[in-house]
């Protein structure tokens, strides 16, 4: 078959529709992926957006062509499809979604059985090639569909890792995403005082993208936060896995912090476990691991390689910086709203604003926050700045990392969009005002081709 090979991305599949991303090419990752997994039932999930339910249809075809039963979840969010292969024991699963990536875009998340991830090292390079050659096995009889509602199991499934909240006003921007869907549900299960914004589905987007790792699209959640005093606002992504939050005085808790807040708390749940955190998170993650006697180790950015690390450590919790958030607990899987429930909980336990617990650990560190910058030879641009800085402590475990006594930073190539991302970190202003100003300038001289 003759498609578009790009969209097969490092641990997902994603495109835009239909330039990219067709009914077609959805047909026979469905095939593909009936193929790859072991016997059982296949669970089949899909966010809001306008081709989502037709591509999801398409997925469905080709594994009930392949012989295989199709639960079909409905619209979902992504970490209720993990839960939905953890807790029902599927063979596997697909979630039709994009994230946070804008409107025109569409993809699919692969799952493995146990909730094992399906990325490029783990089988998505094996999907692609049975598409690209059209080799599937023969089907096994004809596959059939049945549909399972797992909303009220999940987000009880979800509530179990905050035993102790009390009613605080909490603010959720759903970014009209599929978090949405958990609202009503939170309002019915627990004392929390919830006020919403964005909660109706629309893949349009029709109010702010929904990524909230950019600081433009969290700011009608700090003006509710502000507004109503309340205890803190919680954003999620576009398919719901991914949170952050803004404390009670509506500053931006970055992931970094409350990656390290939800170190310390796991922490005194199992004292020594293991952490682990990606690669261009704050340094203040594996110190506040390391203060709190855990064992921290560093892994690469993307959801399929750290729930394959935190098998093979045996991790109890990890961390990155866009606001994805891994538990033991949950198969292991990423949960934007189990993040955000642990720290409505620690919130409830401990008496204190966010703001106070956060103060320690923003105290520190100052960071550029992430930078994307539109580069055709990524690599190119890469080794110029390589260059520039190479009287530095370098790495290379994602992207390049180089690091000095008092600032690092890590450039490294998006892998779900064509970008170059760029994160700073420092001890002081002055520092990370002026690295970020040469870094930007040899990265814009790499773009204009003066090099």
């Given at each position: 078959?003759?498609?578009?090979?790009?969209?097969?991305?490092?641990?997902?599949?994603?495109?835009?529709?239909?330039?990219?991303?067709?009914?077609?090419?959805?047909?026979?990752?469905?095939?593909?992926?009936?193929?790859?997994?072991?016997?059982?039932?296949?669970?089949?999930?899909?966010?809001?957006?306008?081709?989502?339910?037709?591509?999801?249809?398409?997925?469905?075809?080709?594994?009930?062509?392949?012989?295989?039963?199709?639960?079909?979840?409905?619209?979902?969010?992504?970490?209720?499809?993990?839960?939905?292969?953890?807790?029902?024991?599927?063979?596997?699963?697909?979630?039709?979604?994009?994230?946070?990536?804008?409107?025109?875009?569409?993809?699919?998340?692969?799952?493995?059985?146990?909730?094992?991830?399906?990325?490029?090292?783990?089988?998505?390079?094996?999907?692609?090639?049975?598409?690209?050659?059209?080799?599937?096995?023969?089907?096994?009889?004809?596959?059939?569909?049945?549909?399972?509602?797992?909303?009220?199991?999940?987000?009880?499934?979800?509530?179990?890792?905050?035993?102790?909240?009390?009613?605080?006003?909490?603010?959720?921007?759903?970014?009209?995403?599929?978090?949405?869907?958990?609202?009503?549900?939170?309002?019915?299960?627990?004392?929390?005082?919830?006020?919403?914004?964005?909660?109706?589905?629309?893949?349009?987007?029709?109010?702010?993208?929904?990524?909230?790792?950019?600081?433009?699209?969290?700011?009608?959640?700090?003006?509710?936060?502000?507004?109503?005093?309340?205890?803190?606002?919680?954003?999620?992504?576009?398919?719901?896995?991914?949170?952050?939050?803004?404390?009670?005085?509506?500053?931006?808790?970055?992931?970094?912090?409350?990656?390290?807040?939800?170190?310390?708390?796991?922490?005194?749940?199992?004292?020594?476990?293991?952490?682990?955190?990606?690669?261009?998170?704050?340094?203040?993650?594996?110190?506040?691991?390391?203060?709190?006697?855990?064992?921290?180790i560093r892994t690469r950015v993307g959801h399929s390689f750290i729930k394959a690390?935190?098998?093979?450590?045996?991790?109890?919790?990890?961390?990155?910086?866009?606001?994805?958030?891994?538990?033991?607990?949950?198969?292991?899987?990423?949960?934007?709203?189990?993040?955000?429930?642990?720290?409505?909980?620690?919130?409830?336990?401990?008496?204190?604003?966010?703001?106070?617990?956060?103060?320690?650990?923003?105290?520190?560190?100052?960071?550029?926050?992430?930078?994307?910058?539109?580069?055709?030879?990524?690599?190119?641009?890469?080794?110029?700045?390589?260059?520039?800085?190479?009287?530095?402590?370098?790495?290379?475990?994602?992207?390049?990392?180089?690091?000095?006594?008092?600032?690092?930073?890590?450039?490294?190539?998006?892998?779900?969009?064509?970008?170059?991302?760029?994160?700073?970190?420092?001890?002081?202003?002055?520092?990370?005002?002026?690295?970020?100003?040469?870094?930007?300038?040899?990265?814009?001289?790499?773009?204009?081709?003066?090099?």
């Amino acid at each position: 078959m003759n498609f578009n090979q790009s969209i097969f991305k490092a641990y997902d599949i994603r495109g835009k529709v239909p330039a990219e991303l067709t009914p077609e090419v959805a047909r026979a990752v469905g095939r593909a992926l009936a193929d790859f997994l072991p016997p059982g039932e296949v669970a089949l999930g899909r966010d809001m957006r306008p081709d989502s339910s037709e591509l999801a249809s398409a997925l469905s075809a080709g594994l009930t062509g392949q012989g295989r039963v199709v639960v079909d979840l409905g619209q979902i969010t992504s970490d209720m499809m993990y839960y939905a292969v953890g807790q029902y024991g599927f063979a596997g699963g697909a979630m039709v979604t994009a994230s946070h990536n804008p409107g025109e875009y569409n993809g699919i998340k692969l799952t493995a059985k146990g909730v094992a991830p399906i990325g490029e090292d783990s089988g998505l390079s094996v999907i692609k090639q049975t598409i690209t050659d059209d080799s599937y096995q023969p089907p096994s009889g004809d596959g059939t569909v049945r549909s399972l509602d797992i909303l009220d199991g999940w987000v009880k499934h979800a509530l179990t890792f905050a035993p102790n909240l009390t009613a605080l006003k909490v603010g959720i921007d759903a970014g009209n995403g599929m978090g949405g869907i958990i609202v009503p549900e939170l309002q019915k299960l627990t004392n929390l005082q919830i006020s919403g914004l964005y909660l109706e589905l629309d893949g349009t987007f029709p109010n702010h993208p929904a990524n909230p790792l950019v600081y433009e699209n969290l700011k009608d959640l700090i003006e509710l936060v502000k507004a109503n005093q309340l205890d803190c606002g919680i954003a999620f992504d576009g398919d719901g896995d991914r949170a952050f939050m803004v404390d009670d005085n509506g500053e931006v808790v970055s992931g970094s912090v409350l990656g390290a807040l939800l170190s310390e708390h796991f922490l005194k749940l199992n004292p020594g476990a293991t952490i682990l955190y990606n690669a261009i998170t704050s340094k203040i993650v594996p110190e506040t691991i390391a203060a709190a006697g855990g064992k921290a180790i560093r892994t690469r950015v993307g959801h399929s390689f750290i729930k394959a690390d935190m098998r093979q450590h045996g991790a109890v919790f990890a961390c990155e910086h866009s606001g994805h958030f891994y538990f033991q607990d949950n198969y292991n899987a990423d949960s934007g709203v189990i993040a955000a429930l642990c720290v409505l909980d620690i919130i409830s336990q401990t008496g204190k604003k966010l703001s106070e617990l956060c103060r320690p650990l923003r105290q520190k560190y100052l960071d550029s926050g992430e930078i994307n910058f539109d580069v055709s030879d990524k690599d190119k641009t890469i080794a110029l700045v390589s260059e520039h800085y190479s009287d530095g402590q370098t790495d290379n475990l994602d992207g390049t990392t180089i690091s000095y006594p008092d600032w690092w930073f890590n450039l490294r190539p998006s892998n779900t969009e064509p970008l170059l991302r760029l994160n700073i970190e420092a001890e002081n202003p002055e520092t990370l005002k002026q690295n970020l100003e040469v870094i930007s300038k040899i990265i814009q001289k790499s773009i204009d081709s003066k090099y």
